[in-house]
């Protein structure tokens, strides 16, 4: 298994995909105040033991990168990618065209 590269946490999407996380019922209402708490204050607010709760939370909520280009799927891809099998929008449409032929 991948685990995902905190350094993408800088990315500019990544906030709106926290915030779509908590609000998709996806995690434990210890993870969501977690995150709430890393949203408003940043992830260097956060305890060490809060940051592995998060990062965990983090980690068995994305996928490192797309199952058939093995691209970085983007923060705002991310949920989608999880319920497609691992997909970014891109493969997904792709194979979804080649299926109706």
Known sequence: MIIMKKERYNEEDFA????DLI???RIESKEAGIAKQMMDKGYGSLTDKQR???????????????KLCAC?????EMLEALDNGGYCNYCQHM???????
């Open 95 to 101: 194979m979804e065209k080649i299926e109706k032929e």
């Open 52 to 66: 592995y709760v998060f990062d965990k939370m983090i980690e068995n909520n994305s996928v490192d990168e797309c």
């Open 23 to 25: 609000q998709s019922g």
């Open 16 to 19: 709106g995909f926290v915030q």
């Open 72 to 76: 970085d799927i983007p923060w705002c």
